[in-house]
């Protein structure tokens, strides 16, 4: 209670100042910064080299344990994904210990054990600390690394890197960190299909000898413990884990800044918006001077909801749902400015060009009193109430030794945010955030967004999702003479089976996995429909039941989920009335499509055709070679934006005569959900009843 009433006058006397003579026509002269007394963590090493911090703080009958290897950035090359492989199978039963026992323990305990590949995570009652560091101990000497485990963990890896293939933010981030580093730096390297094939059992074990060892390592206690417990339970413990050979790790420079502003162009033509990041590499340490004037210069910039980034790009155009920027410390020779946000494509070029602008003002324009005051308020705040936690005395404490800072950093830190001034925040503006020598990397769909980032006058150069410099992309093609969009419809109709097998189609009952981001099960979803209209959609998860369903009778619908029954909205239901039978080609009138163009989809060329309906516009986009359906767009409006809707069709087998497609893939903004389909009946198991 003490602590807290002593945050609250620090917070207020900032906020307010003490001061009989007010003259309320000029900013006050900042007070000076409140004093700051850090409890200082016990500290002993262990023979093998293992530095022990220890904060005893009894508040709660609750200990944890942190091990914190701290190893150089490695190299992974050829076989990059090792350590993530290595991090999923660690903490997962030891050599004394199996898999499922040990498991069943951590559970019964009530604690948490995790690992990475180059440290751990331990939480437990304090009553039951001697045994949740004794297994914390074995998993870390002892682990069960098994040939099975490694296959299975290999073949999760891989999944995941396939789930990622067409996400946006996943490209974004790949291909910035290779641009601004370099691929054969370890912050610019990327795992892929091929480096994780190229692992073998082997070089996980090689790597846990040669990487993960006590010869660089800390373990921090927090919690209520006494100093003379934890010395036993650790020298009991962890002194029988043995050093291995010191490892000389030579770091490569990372790439150079570009030489001029230029936009590193991605084309993801599956994107429904854009990922915009100005970047540049910095040469920053938590040590060094200007390390709190960055802070205050970019918590400005683009740091908070009030930051210069987030009233332009967001309050004020709305371009997007949040602008931010950040700049990265290092102690090794690596490290970022960042700024930048996702974005609609039809903005994306102006979202670049205010980017800039805000950077550019932060560089030759002093800041706002009062934007000043903020920032350092937030900061003050932020820091006074992080003294609340004893973790955060164990992390202060652990980052004095791992960032080689002075010891009174922490007790120092408000002063020096406080003594920041607005010339501080231009100098390290113009030093540290280098728009004339900036990549502003932008992955977006080319065909809706080069043509007016051409416009900005930026040079462009451009990349493939994996940071390959590459040709500009073609987006249209000569459409073959004669050719219209009537000619289209009829051969994709021809070609899933013919008029006369379309119309025999009465019914459809379609059963898919359903993969959701994020999720860790996949719900089944069963489609139903009945000519000319009626559908039903109902999506199972075993052992949650009825997740959500969705029902038109023809007349009438709604969607359930949780309990409440949510009727449809007049414009769906006008739309689903509308709809004349099962296979939409078969009713288009000529007069509502256009054949716009020939554009690539996934490598594959494709007719563009316009649909104008009602007053609303979608697209539809069949195979060139095939004639099937590939894709389709819809643009909503929602909460003040356009969010267009894309549906991917593919991997299309026979069924009663027709060809359906047995892989669907539906984005709605940045999310995407796929459907597998395992099973399609047409004309059977379906009737009027399941749509009541």
Known sequence: MKTKISAFVVLFLMAMGVNAQIDRSKMPEPGPAPKITLEKPGEFELKNGIKVLVVENNKL?????????????????????????????????????????????????????????????????????????????????????????????????????????????AVAGRVGGALSYGKNHPRGEFVTEETVNNIEFGDILAFYEKYFNPNNAYIV?????????????????????????????????????????????????????????LTNNVDLKMKDEDYHKVLIANKILGGGFGSYLNMNLREEHGYTYGARSSVGTSRWNASRFTAGAAVRNAVTDSAVVETLKEINRIKTEPVDSKDLANAKAKYVGDFVLALESPQTIARYALNIKLNDLPEDFYATYLEKINAVTKDDVMRVANKYFKTENARVIVVGKGSDVLENLEKTGIPIKYYDAYANPTEKPVFSKPLPS????????????????????????????????????GAPFKPTATIKQMAPNKYKMEVVAEGMGTLMKQNFD?????????????????????????????????????????????????????????????????????????????????????????ITNTTDFSN????????????????????????????????EGVTAEDFN
């Not at 449809?568 to 009138?589: H, V």
């Open 61 to 169: 009958p609750r200990v944890s344990y942190s091990l914190t290897i701290d190893n150089r950035p490695i190299k992974e090359g050829k076989i990059a994904g090792v350590s993530s492989i290595l991090a999923a199978m660690l903490g997962n039963g030891t050599t004394n210990i199996p898999k499922d026992e040990f498991n069943d323990e951590i559970d019964f305990l009530g604690a948490s054990l995790g690992f990475g590949s180059q440290g751990a995570f331990a939480s437990s009652l304090s009553k039951y600390s001697d045994r949740i560091i004794e297994l914390m101990a074995d998993a870390a000497i002892n682990p069960l690394l098994t040939k099975k485990e490694f296959e299975k963990e290999k073949e999760k890896l891989i999944e995941n890197l396939k789930s990622n293939e067409k996400s946006v933010d």
């Open 221 to 277: 206690v927090v919690g209520d413990v006494k100093m003379s417990d934890v010395k036993k339970q650790l020298k009991e413990h962890f002194s029988a884990w043995e050093k291995s050979a010191d490892i000389n790790i030579t770091l490569p420079e990372p790439k150079a800044n570009a030489q001029y502003t230029q936009i590193n162009f991605v084309d993801m033509p599956n994107a429904v918006q854009s990922n915009i990041s």
């Open 482 to 517: 004669g050719l219209t969009a009537e000619t289209v419809i009829k051969n994709y109709v021809k070609a899933i089976g013919g008029e006369d097998a379309l119309r025999k189609v009465n019914t459809t009952m379609v059963v898919s996995d359903m993969t959701i981001p």
């Open 554 to 642: 023809g007349e009438n619908g709604y969607m359930e989920q949780q309990g409440r029954k949510i009727p449809m909205e007049d414009k769906e239901l006008s739309t689903r009335k509308s709809s004349e039978g099962l296979f939409d080609e078969l009713y288009i009138e000529p007069s509502t499509i256009e054949l716009e163009s020939m554009t690539t989809i996934e490598g594959n060329d494709a007719y563009k055709i316009k649909v104008t309906k009602d007053g609303e516009t979608s697209y539809r986009y069949y195979d060139a070679k095939t004639g099937y359906l590939i894709r389709t767009e819809t643009t909503i409006e929602a909460q003040g934006q356009s």
């Open 652 to 683: 299309y087998k026979e069924v009663d005569g027709v060809m359906m497609p047995y892989t669907m893939k539906v984005t709605t903004g940045p999310q995407s959900f796929v459907f597998e389909t395992k099973e399609v009946k047409i004309n």
